[in-house]
C-alpha cells in the first residue's frame, strides 16, 4: 500500500512536471513562430515598399525626362529660331540700307508733288511731251468733272475709281495685277518709279518697291506727331534771279486756261506740305 501511494504521488507529480514542461515549451514555440512571422511581415512589407518607390522612381524618372526633352526641344527651336530670324534680319537690314540709298529720290519726287497740291497744275507738267501735254490740256475739265460727280469712298485712299473698296494687307508689297490692273495708289507710285528707278536692275527691283513703301508709311505717320508749319509761298526768282527762259516763271499764266472751277472747290491745309 504504501509503495502504491508513492507511486501515485509520483505519477502526479511527473504529470505535474511534464504539463509545466510542455506547457512552457509551447509558450516557446509560440513566441519563436509569433517573432518569425513578424519578421516575414515586415520583410514582405519593406519589398512591398521597395517595389512602390521602385514604380514611383521610374514614374518621376519617365515624367522628368519627358519634360527634359520637350525643354531640350523648345532650347533647340528657340536657339535655331533666333539664329535664323538674326540671319534674316541680318539680311533685311542690308537689304533696306541698300535700297534706302534708291528710294531717296523717290521719296523726294512723292513729297514734292503732293506740296504743289494746291496748283490746277503740277510743275511737272512741263516736262511732259508736247503730245501729251495736248491731251491732258483737251480732258482735263470732263476728267475733273467725273472725279467729282462719282463718289470716292474707301480703306487707305486704296481705291480704283467707281470700283468696290480694297482692304489692303501684307499681299500688296507685290503687285499682281489681275485683269482689272493696278489701283490708282500702286499705279501711282510705279508711273513715278517707272521715270526715277529705270536705272535700277531688275533684280533688286521689288525690294526697292517695298522699302519705299516702307519708307513712304513710316513717313507718313511722323507727319502725325509733327509740328504745324505755316504756309508759305515761294516765289520764283525772288532771293536768287532764275534763268534765262525758265518756264516755271509763267506756267500758271500758261496753263490758265485749263484752270476749272473744280480747282477752286478744292482745299487743302494751310501748312506747307
Not at 79 to 102: G, S, W
Not at 192 to 217: E, N, R
Amino acid at each position: 500500500r504504501m509503495d502504491g501511494a508513492a507511486m501515485q504521488i509520483q505519477c502526479l507529480f511527473r504529470g505535474v512536471v511534464a504539463r509545466e514542461f510542455v506547457r512552457r515549451r509551447h509558450r516557446a514555440a509560440t513566441m519563436i513562430q509569433s517573432h518569425w512571422r513578424r519578421h516575414q511581415a515586415v520583410l514582405d512589407l519593406k519589398i512591398a515598399l521597395f517595389d512602390k518607390t521602385d514604380e514611383l522612381f521610374n514614374e518621376r524618372r519617365k515624367i522628368m525626362k519627358a519634360k527634359l526633352s520637350a525643354l531640350a526641344a523648345v532650347l533647340i527651336q528657340r536657339n535655331m529660331r533666333r539664329y535664323r530670324d538674326h540671319k534674316f534680319y541680318v539680311h533685311m537690314r542690308k537689304e533696306k540700307n541698300e535700297a534706302d540709298k534708291r528710294i531717296s529720290t523717290v521719296l523726294v519726287s512723292i513729297f514734292a508733288s503732293a506740296s504743289q497740291i494746291r496748283h490746277h497744275v503740277h510743275p511737272w507738267f512741263r516736262h511732259l511731251p508736247q503730245e501729251i501735254v495736248e491731251v491732258l490740256e483737251q480732258i482735263k475739265a470732263s476728267l475733273q468733272r467725273t472725279i467729282a460727280l462719282m463718289p470716292v469712298t474707301g480703306k487707305i485712299c486704296n481705291e480704283e475709281i467707281g470700283s468696290k473698296s480694297g482692304r489692303c494687307t501684307a499681299k500688296d508689297l507685290t503687285l499682281e495685277q489681275d485683269e482689272h490692273g493696278p489701283d490708282l495708289a500702286t499705279h501711282m507710285l510705279l508711273s513715278i518709279v517707272h521715270h526715277l528707278l529705270a536705272h535700277v536692275p531688275a533684280d533688286v527691283f521689288s525690294p526697292t518697291i517695298k522699302w519705299a513703301c516702307y519708307a513712304l508709311g513710316h513717313t507718313a505717320v511722323s507727319f502725325v506727331n509733327a509740328p504745324v508749319h505755316e504756309l508759305e509761298q515761294i516765289l520764283l526768282g525772288k532771293e536768287v534771279p532764275t534763268r534765262p527762259g525758265e518756264p516755271m516763271l509763267s506756267l500758271w499764266q500758261d496753263t490758265a486756261h485749263i484752270k476749272h472751277h473744280h480747282d477752286r472747290l478744292m482745299t487743302v491745309p494751310e501748312e506747307n506740305l
